[in-house]
Each structure stands twice: as C-alpha cells, then as structure tokens.
C-alpha cells in the first residue's frame, strides 16, 4: 500500500478497555460506548477533542465487545471524520502471517499498529484513553512539547495526596517541568502529580522503544510500567503538561453518576460551549413530550422521550418513557429505558432498554440518604424489572 499524505500528528485512541468496574452496564459493550450525559457516548469526549485540535486521523483501538463501538463510530462523520485523506479507522487486533494475538497492553497495542502510524509518516503522536471525560486542546500540549523539544510529554493533573496512590505519578526536577521520575500507583507518593494518561510522542523515538519494548519477553508491554520508566532511566526528555479544567475517569458506577451530574448542573463541565463543541451521532427523532401529567425541575431531556411522571435532577437519554404516576429523582436514565406507571427510581442509573415494572422500587427509595452518602443503584441494560419488584441502595441487578 503506497503512503498516505503525511500528517504533522495523529492521534490513537485505546478503547479496548472492558470496564469492569461498571459491572453490568459493560456485560455487552466496551466502556467507551457507554451513553453519557443524555445524547452522548463516552468516546465522543476525545473523538471531539482531537477535531477540535486539528487532528484529523485518528486510530481507534477497539477489543473487548467492540460491536456496538465500530457501528456508532460508521465512518465518522458526526466528528468531520469522513475523509479521503486522513479520518478515522477502527483498529482491533489482526492475525499477520506467522500470528495473531489480542493487545497485551497499552504499548503492544500500539506497537502492533505501527504500519499504521507509518503509513502517515507522522511527526507526532497523541496517545489517548477512551474512558475520560474532559475538554481539551491537544494543540497547546503539542505546542509545548516542540518548545521543550520533547521526546514525550505527558499530561498531569494535581490529586489530593490520599488519592494519589491510585494513578501514576510523575516527580519533576527542581524548578522544572522535567520529569526525572515515575511511579506507577505507588504506595508512597512523592508528589501530588498525577498522569492523565493522555501522552504526546516525537513518533521516531517512540516507534524503537516499542520494537525493543516487543523483543523483551519481561516487558509488560505497557506506558506506564514499561515505556516511560525506560525512557527516563535512559535520559530521554521527558515534561509535563499541567491540565488544570475538568477531567473525570468514569471508570465506576458512582463516578460515572458523578460525572453525569456534573454536566447535569453545568459548573465545571459546560456542553454548551460554541467554540469547542462535543460531537455526537444522534438518531433523527421525533422532540421529546411533556404529558399535562408530567413535572419536570432540572433535567436534561433528549429528544424521543415521553413524560407522564415527574422527573427531578436527572439525566434522560433519548427514547425514553415515563409512565403516570412514577418518579425519577437524581437518576440517569439511558436510550430507550422504559419506567412504568408509579415505579419510584432514586439515585439510580438504569440501563439502556430497560424496564422498571409499575410500582417498583429502585435506589434510595426506602431509606433517605444524606447529602454526599448516596449510594447508586444499577439496572442493567434490557433488563425486565417485575412489576412491584425493590432494588435497594448499592444494589445491581441484572
């Protein structure tokens, strides 16, 4: 295959993430296809922050039940994705001519993609997670990684220091941005500097520490355990990138809940945003109805959905129906979830397709909670709740 026009930076995108800390709601799909905030996918964050950074071809790459992923992503035309040259292409493992094999992890995903990048004969690389929700410009970070005429940068964001033993951390020199060292979720943090998982490469020297990398069987074959500790140990200019606005890893039930109230009140996550929009593939359908029964406060409400009930503080996606009589407080309700008459859903997320049976009972229904104390109960996707069924507090069911 002859080269493709060459690009200054691509991005690949890891979205072969099994989630399973969501439990139920990534039985059947990856993570990054997980509805958000009312019309959104969760992929939909970084897919539109590379268009919104001038980054035009992207790889994505997909691996647990990566179905449902590769039909909403088609060929990228709600992200300006559709192109001759450049776009989007979805990437899953392949079998070559002597072998095939699944990722083994983050650098051997991209290591078995590197004809890819090649065929684009990139300057830069950005490497990005597809389970984030945030805004961001990955031009700014490329400008300062050419100023500090990096081999890498990577972004970070400051974390309370009893967190920090959850993410990867990055220690800088004195008075600098340059890392001199990383710890992958150690045990004793020596900062509060904590990796995005958002990284920019200089594509040459990327491209052999992940051929060595490959040709080490003790290798991990992963950024933060391997790759990066390398390059450090061999004196490699490594900076950090401060990212300061709103970022959430949506990687469990309370903090995707979390992250949907956050679009839900609009502070620190604003989707309102003319000048850095978050794309979307929506379905045309028809605007949503608000029945002379139905009370609505403070809720985002896609289109397709009918209320009969009264809905508070919550998130509904589209397609939805809410039946007389019911109840829906501090919920999020994804595509096509059907609450019957008189169901009582609180401080809960049900999953697409689902059906709470009339008069059931879901989430904190039975015992108030406090301020902060709320603990999230899940429907899973396409389930049938009986009619007169309870799901408590903290319960899955599914």
């Known amino acids: 295959m002859g080269k493709n026009t060459k690009k200054e930076c691509i991005a690949m995108l890891l979205a072969g993430g099994q989630g399973t800390r969501l439990g139920v ?3 059947n799909v990856a993570k990054p296809a997980v509805p958000f905030g009312a019309k959104y996918r969760i992929i939909d964050f970084p897919l539109s922050n590379s268009i919104n950074s001038g980054i035009d071809t992207i790889g994505v790459l997909t691996q647990y039940r990566p179905f449902e992923l590769h039909q909403y992503i088609g060929n990228g035309q709600p992200w300006d994705l559709d192109r001759l040259s450049g776009g989007i292409y979805v990437l899953p493992p392949y079998m070559g001519a ?17 004809d890819f990048i090649d065929n684009y004969n990139p300057e830069y690389v950005v490497i990005l997670s597809g389970d984030h929700i945030y805004k961001m410009d990955y031009h700014a970070m490329l400008k300062e990684h050419k100023k500090n005429n990096a081999d890498c940068t990577i972004a970070v964001r400051e974390v309370p ?15 600098s941005k340059q890392i001199e060292e990383f710890e992958e979720k150690p045990k004793q943090p020596k900062s509060t500097k904590a ?78 945003d003319d000048k850095w929009k978050i794309y979307a593939r929506n379905n045309a359908e028809p605007p949503q109805f608000i029945a002379p029964t139905g009370k609505v406060s403070n809720c985002l ?57 009339k008069n059931a009972m879901v989430g904190e229904t039975l015992e108030p909670c406090k301020p902060g104390e709320w603990k999230i109960a899940v429907v899973a996707p396409n389930y049938n709740l009986p009619a007169d069924a309870v799901v408590g507090p903290n319960e899955m069911i599914g």
């Open 25 to 27: 709601l990534t039985s």
């Open 98 to 114: 002597k072998s095939g094999e699944w990722y083994k992890g983050t650098a051997n995903a991209i290591y078995q993609n590197i």
């Open 161 to 175: 220091i009893q967190e920090a033993s959850r993410f990867g951390i990055l220690n800088l020199k004195k008075n």
């Open 195 to 272: 990796s995005m998982g958002i990284y920019i490469f200089t594509w040459a020297k990327l491209r052999q520490y992940l051929i060595d990398d490959e040709n080490d069987k003790t290798s991990e074959n992963d950024f933060g355990k391997n790759i990066i500790p390398k390059m450090i140990a061999d004196n490699q200019r490594l900076f950090a990138y401060q990212f300061d606005d709103y970022w959430k890893d949506v990687g469990t039930i309370s903090s995707l809940w979390e992250a949907n109230m956050d679009v839900l009140y609009g502070k620190e996550l604003n989707l309102d």
């Open 301 to 357: 409400i896609s289109e397709g959905t009918v209320v009969k009930g009264t809905v508070k503080n919550s998130v509904i996606s589209n397609s939805v129906t809410i039946g007389e009589g019911a109840y829906v407080e501090e919920s999020i309700i994804m595509p096509g979830a059907v609450i019957e008459d008189g169901a009582d859903v609180r401080y809960a997320i049900v999953g697409w397709n689902a059906r709470i049976g």
